[in-house]
C-alpha cells in the first residue's frame, strides 16, 4: 500500500468506530469504521445516496450517530456543537448568507464571538486576501460568480481556525474550466493551512487528483479505503475497480482448473486466466481486473480455445481521446470491455466498427479482487452504471 | 407597429374590452368618489360638481354631522397595527415550526386555515355569542382583535410556507457551524433573509384588518371600527362627507401598500445589485 500523507499524531486526525446512521427505516450508513490521519486531503468517494455525505455531516455535527463513536484527535465529540469539535463545513450551495457583504460573511464568526468590529474586518480582509478576494469584501454574494462565491465560502470556513475542513461536494456547481482551477486552489490551500480536510465527491477523477486517501463508498458501507494510487491500480473489489473506471473486471464462476491456470464462464465466453496462489474452488466466483492501458490488441479471431489470458470479441466502439484511443469490444465477457490503445500504435494499423480482435495480457497485470471465492451472483452485476466515463 | 397590431387575432381585442371593462369597473366607482369628495359647499351626492373645496374633508372631523370618524379611524389603525404585529410573530414563528413534520401537524395546518373558508359573520358570531356566554363585554381589542385574527394568521402562515418553501435550511446550519447560538442564528440569519416575506405577511394583516367586516360586525362591542362606521354612516349621512370618507381611508391602504412594496423592493434589490453604503471597486474578475 502507497504512503498516505500526514500522521495519526498531528492535530485534526479522524476516526469513527462502529458509527451507523438510520433514518426512520432507510439506513443511510452501515457500521462504518474509519481512520483519517491528521492532515491528511481525504475524499469520500461514491454514487449518490451511498452515505458520504450523511458521513460528513456526522463528523460536522449536524448529524448524530444512530450507533458508535466520531473520535477528533482521540476525544468522542459525538453531541459536541461544531464549533466545539474544531471543525467547519463548506457547504454545496455554500451557503452564504445573501445580507451580508463578502467581509461580513467572512467575520460572522468573529462576530457571534464578540470581537470588536474594527479587528473583525480586518481579520476577515485578511482572510479574503489569501482567496484573492479582497476587492470584493464590500460585494453582496448574488454579485459574484459561482467560483469567487466559493472562495468567499472557503475563507468563512477558515477564519474559524478549524483542524478539519469539510467539504461537501465543493466544486459540483463549477463548470469544468473553474472546477480544474478550484481543484489545484484547494490542494494549495490544504497544502498551506495543513489541516486535515476531508472532500464530498462523486467524481473519480477529482478524488484520484486530490486526495492522499480515497474512500470508496456503496450503499452506506466502506468498498476500500486507501492512497489514490492504490484505489485506482489496485482496487479491492469489482465494485472499487468498476466505480474507478480504467478496469476491465473479468468475473464469472470457476468451471475449471488446474495447477496454473482457472477457467471461468462469463456470458456466453469461457476465459482462462492465470490462477492465483491459493486457487478458488469449483463453482465459486473467480474475479479479476486488467487494467485497459495494459492489454495488446491484435486482428484476429481466437482460434486456441485454450488461449490463457485472453479474450475475443469485435469492436464495437472507437473513441479518440488525444494521446490514446478508447475501443470498446463486444462479445468478449460478460460486461463491457475497453482497451485504451496508444495512438501511435493505434494509427499504424487503425481499426473500425466490427473488427474481429483478440485482447491478451500477460500474467503480472492481472488483479486478483476480493470477491473470490463468494458464491457468484449474490450482488447484482449492474454496479458499474456510475463507472468513471474514461 | 400598426402592422403588428394587425396580425393579433380577434381574441386579443375581445380580452381587451373584457379587461377594460375590468378595469372601469374597478377604478371609475373609485373615481367618481375621488371627484365627488371634492363636491363645493351647495353640491350634492351626484354629478355636477357645484365648485371645488375641502369642506367635505374637514366636515368629516365634525363629529356631530358626521358620527364619531376620527375616532373610528383611530382605533381602525391601532387595531390594524396591533394585528399586523401578531399575525407577523405568529405566523413566522407557526411557519418555521411546521418545518419539522411534527405529529399531527397536517391536522394542526388545516385547522388553523379552516377558518378561511368559514362565512366570517358566522365566525363573529360565534365569537360574539361565546363572549355573551362567559359575560364579558366584547370590545374593539378583545373579541374584535381576536376574531380578525381568525381571518389574518391563516393568510400570514400561507404566505410564511411560501416564503419558507425557498429558504435554505443550510443558512442555519451555517450559521450553527460558525458558532451562533439559536438565538443567534434567529435574529442575524433567519429574520434577515425572511425580512421581505415578514414584510408581505404585514401587509396583508394591515389591510385585511383595516378594512375587516363581517368578522367584525358582531364582535367589535360599544366603540367603532372605521368599516362599521362608514356602514352607519351611509345609512345616515346625506352629504359629499361620504366620499371624503372614502378618499381619506383608500388614500390611508395605498400608501401602507405602496411603504411595503417599496420597501421589498429596495432590499431585494440591494441584495441582487449590492447599493451598499461603502462603495464596491469595481473589478470583474478575480485573480
Avoid at chain 1, 472557503?154 to 469544468?176: C, F, G, N, Y
Avoid at chain 1, 471465492?373 to 452485476?381: E, L
Avoid at chain 2, 355569542?129 to 378583545?142: K, V
Wanted: with cysteine.
Amino acid at each position: 500500500m502507497a504512503s498516505v500523507k500526514g500522521s495519526t499524531a498531528g492535530r485534526g486526525s479522524i476516526e469513527l468506530v462502529g458509527v451507523s446512521k438510520r433514518f426512520g427505516d432507510t439506513s443511510a450508513v452501515k457500521d462504518i469504521n474509519l481512520k483519517i490521519p491528521a492532515g491528511a486531503y481525504c475524499c469520500l468517494l461514491g454514487p449518490s445516496g451511498c452515505g458520504k455525505t450523511t458521513i460528513l455531516r456526522m463528523i460536522a455535527g449536524h448529524e448524530s450517530p444512530t450507533e458508535g463513536a466520531v473520535l477528533i484527535d482521540g476525544e468522542n465529540v459525538v453531541g459536541e456543537p461544531p464549533v466545539r469539535r474544531g471543525t467547519a463545513m463548506m457547504f454545496q450551495s455554500y451557503a452564504l448568507f445573501p445580507h451580508l457583504s463578502c467581509a461580513d460573511n467572512v467575520a460572522f464568526n468573529l462576530k457571534v464571538r464578540g470581537v470588536a468590529k474594527a479587528e473583525r474586518r480586518e481579520r476577515a480582509l485578511q482572510m479574503l486576501d489569501r482567496v484573492h478576494m479582497r476587492p470584493f469584501a464590500d460585494r453582496l454574494p448574488a454579485q459574484l460568480s459561482g467560483g469567487q462565491q466559493q472562495r468567499i465560502a472557503l475563507a468563512r470556513a477558515l477564519i474559524t481556525d478549524p483542524r478539519v475542513l469539510l467539504l461537501d461536494e465543493p466544486l459540483s456547481a463549477l463548470d469544468e474550466f473553474l472546477r480544474l482551477q478550484m481543484r489545484g486552489e484547494l490542494r494549495r490551500i490544504q497544502d498551506e493551512v495543513g489541516i486535515t480536510f476531508i472532500h464530498v465527491t462523486h467524481t473519480q477523477m477529482e478524488a484520484v487528483a486530490l486526495a492522499d486517501m480515497v474512500v470508496v463508498m456503496d450503499q452506506g458501507q466502506i468498498e476500500q479505503a486507501a492512497s489514490a494510487r492504490d484505489v485506482y491500480d489496485k482496487p479491492r473489489t469489482g465494485y472499487v475497480a468498476r466505480f474507478m473506471g480504467g478496469q476491465n473486471v473479468l468475473s464469472g464462476p470457476v468451471i475449471e482448473r488446474n495447477a496454473s491456470t482457472v477457467t471461468i464462464q462469463s456470458g456466453a465466453k469461457q476465459i482462462t486466466i492465470t490462477a492465483p496462489a491459493v486457487a478458488p474452488a469449483d463453482g465459486t466466483l473467480f474475479e479479476v481486473a486488467v487494467r485497459r492501458d495494459q492489454i495488446r490488441l491484435a486482428r484476429g479471431t481466437s482460434n486456441e480455445a485454450s488461449a490463457i489470458n485472453a479474450v475475443s470479441g469485435r469492436v464495437a466502439g472507437l473513441e479518440y481521446q488525444g494521446t490514446w484511443l478508447k475501443v470498446t469490444i463486444e462479445g468478449a465477457c460478460s460486461e463491457e470491455f475497453v482497451v485504451n490503445m496508444p495512438d501511435e500504435i493505434f494509427f499504424a494499423d487503425p481499426l473500425t466498427i466490427g473488427d474481429p480482435v483478440v485482447a491478451r495480457w500477460t500474467a503480472e497485470r492481472i488483479h486478483f479482487l476480493e470477491d473470490t471465492g463468494r458464491a457468484p451472483a449474490t450482488r447484482p452485476a449492474a454496479h458499474n452504471v456510475t463507472a468513471a466515463s474514461i | 407597429m400598426q402592422r403588428d397590431l394587425g396580425k393579433r387575432p380577434r381574441s386579443f381585442y375581445f380580452l381587451a374590452a373584457f379587461f377594460g371593462l375590468f378595469v372601469a369597473f374597478l377604478y371609475g366607482p373609485m373615481s367618481a368618489i375621488f371627484i365627488l369628495s371634492f363636491q363645493g359647499p351647495t353640491g350634492g351626492l351626484t354629478f355636477p360638481l357645484n365648485g371645488v373645496s375641502l369642506r367635505w374633508f374637514t366636515a368629516l372631523f365634525n363629529q356631530e354631522r358626521t358620527g364619531d370618524f376620527a375616532g373610528a379611524f383611530t382605533r381602525s389603525i391601532w387595531l390594524a397595527l396591533l394585528v399586523l404585529t401578531l399575525t407577523v410573530v405568529i405566523s413566522v414563528l407557526a411557519g418555521l415550526a411546521f418545518r419539522r413534520r411534527f405529529p399531527g401537524s397536517t391536522f394542526v395546518f388545516y385547522l388553523a386555515v379552516a377558518s378561511l373558508i368559514m362565512p366570517g359573520l358566522l365566525v363573529g358570531l360565534g365569537v360574539g355569542l361565546t363572549y355573551q356566554t362567559l359575560e364579558l363585554s366584547p370590545s374593539w381589542f378583545s373579541s374584535g382583535l381576536g376574531a380578525q385574527l381568525t381571518w389574518t394568521i391563516p393568510f400570514g402562515l400561507l404566505i410564511m410556507f411560501a416564503v419558507l418553501s425557498r429558504f435554505d435550511r443550510s443558512y442555519e446550519e451555517a450559521g450553527r457551524d460558525l458558532g451562533a447560538s439559536n438565538w443567534q442564528i434567529f435574529w442575524m440569519i433567519v429574520v434577515p433573509i425572511l425580512f421581505p416575506g415578514m414584510i408581505a405577511v404585514a401587509l396583508f394583516g394591515f389591510t385585511l384588518s383595516y378594512d375587516e367586516f363581517p368578522r367584525t360586525l358582531l364582535t367589535v362591542g360599544g366603540k367603532n371600527t372605521l368599516p362599521m362606521e362608514i356602514w352607519g354612516m351611509t345609512t345616515n349621512v346625506t352629504s359629499p362627507a361620504l366620499y371624503a370618507l372614502g378618499t381619506v381611508t383608500t388614500f390611508v391602504s395605498f400608501t401602507v401598500i405602496i411603504l411595503a412594496l417599496g420597501s421589498i423592493a429596495i432590499i431585494q434589490r440591494r441584495r441582487s445589485r449590492g447599493l451598499l453604503l461603502s462603495a464596491a471597486p469595481v473589478v470583474d474578475e478575480g485573480a
